[in-house]
T-cell receptor
Framework: DQQVKQNSPSLSVQEGRISILNCDYT??????FLWYKKYPAEGPTFLIS?????DKNEDGRFTVFLNKSAKHLSLHIVPSQPGDSAVYFC????????????FGTGTSLTVIP | GAVVSQHPSWVICKSGTSVKIECRSL??????MFWYRQFPKQSLMLMAT?????????EQGVEKDKFLINHASLTLSTLTVTSAHPEDSSFYIC??????????????FGEGSRLTVL
């Protein structure tokens, strides 16, 4: 059962525009969320995180928004750059269960120069 | 910054043999490490949580006797795929977090190990 879902397998955006990647989850106990970026044949690299006590976290060009009532989070990248082209995974963690993270299926972002 | 190293990055083996993959935290101690498997065009699936000095915790559906995990030190966890078969061919990735950082610390990933079983 996929508890974290990314319903858009791919997204294409023009350079300089905003990229919005979406993630939905089903487990209301999730209280910590992360976004990771992955290039082919490499391990994921951490991008940005947010805890459930916040609804927004910003780091440079990257902003993550959390809507707890809708069980939805999104990653905004603005302005998008060609180097942002990669697969983006969202991940979620449940309180008091240690360090287990559950990953979405990923969204492949292509930024067109 | 903190680095997690995996070895080997690519291994090809014959069906029926066993393969060991190492995951090392290079500049921090990790009491817990995680092993994931990624199928083509699919998500990272958590296989098991590796606990230093104790037994690993496996996710539902993951065969404990098939995927042996050993976390003998605070900087090393190993995943051994026993009696590998072609269906075990996949991309295996480990991750670790600095024990001092706690649950909300950044999770660092290894480079991944691509296993091909002939």
């Amino acid at each position: 059962d996929q508890q974290v879902k990314q319903n858009s397998p791919s997204l294409s955006v023009q350079e300089g525009r905003i990229s919005i990647l979406n993630c939905d989850y089903t487990n209301s106990m999730f209280d910590y969320f992360l976004w990771y970026k992955k290039y082919p044949a490499e391990g994921p690299t951490f991008l940005i995180s947010i805890s459930s006590i916040k609804d927004k976290n910003e780091d440079g060009r990257f902003t993550v928004f959390l809507n707890k009532s809708a069980k939805h989070l999104s990653l905004h990248i603005v302005p998008s750059q060609p180097g942002d082209s990669a697969v983006y995974f969202c991940a979620a963690s449940v309180a008091n269960t240690g360090n287990q993270f559950y990953f979405g299926t990923g969204t492949s972002l292509t930024v067109i120069p | 910054g903190a680095v997690v190293s995996q070895h080997p990055s690519w291994v090809i083996c014959k069906s029926g043999t066993s393969v060991k993959i190492e995951c090392r935290s290079l500049d921090f101690q990790a009491t817990t490490m995680f092993w994931y498997r990624q199928f083509p065009k699919q998500s990272l699936m958590l296989m098991a949580t590796s606990n230093e000095g104790s037994k690993a915790t496996y996710e539902q559906g993951v065969e404990k006797d098939k995927f042996l995990i050993n976390h003998a030190s605070l900087t090393l966890s190993t995943l051994t795929v026993t009696s590998a078969h072609p269906e075990d061919s996949s991309f295996y990735i480990c991750s670790a977090r600095d024990s001092i950082a706690g649950r909300t610390g950044e999770l660092f990933f290894g480079e991944g190990s691509r296993l091909t079983v002939l």
